[in-house]
């Protein structure tokens, strides 16, 4: 059993992949997202203006991130998340991850 459980998460690993979100002017790119178990996201503030990542549901709070800073973070388990930048969101600045 113990083989099992070690060789399931091993396999988890192994496959695991990162993706990029950009914080572009007012929005991510892209918008929507669907990845799977322990996949990774990569948030990275791509402009001169300061953007930050808030997902309540989630617990999820970055930091304010100025030009090129990143964030990650990575998903174990299936959900999804509905984010977005607390400083941009009245102008449509948010998202969502769909883990599956």
Same mark, same amino acid.
């Given at each position: 059993m113990k083989?099992?459980?070690l060789f399931s998460i091993f396999s988890l690993n192994l496959n695991a %992949?990162?993706?990029?979100?950009e914080m572009s002017l007012n929005r991510f790119i892209p918008q929507n997202l669907t990845i799977k178990r322990g996949d990774t996201v990569?948030?990275? $503030? %791509?402009? $001169?203006?300061?953007?930050n990542v808030v997902s309540p549901e989630f617990q999820l709070r970055s930091k304010y991130m100025r030009k090129g800073d990143k964030y990650s973070i990575t998903f174990k388990d299936e959900m999804q998340v509905k984010y977005y930048c607390e400083l941009h969101k $009245?102008?449509?600045m948010e998202g969502t991850i769909e883990v599956i």
């Open positions: 083989w099992l459980i %992949k990162t993706f990029t979100v990569t948030f990275v $503030n %791509k402009t $001169n203006v300061v953007h $009245n102008m449509g």
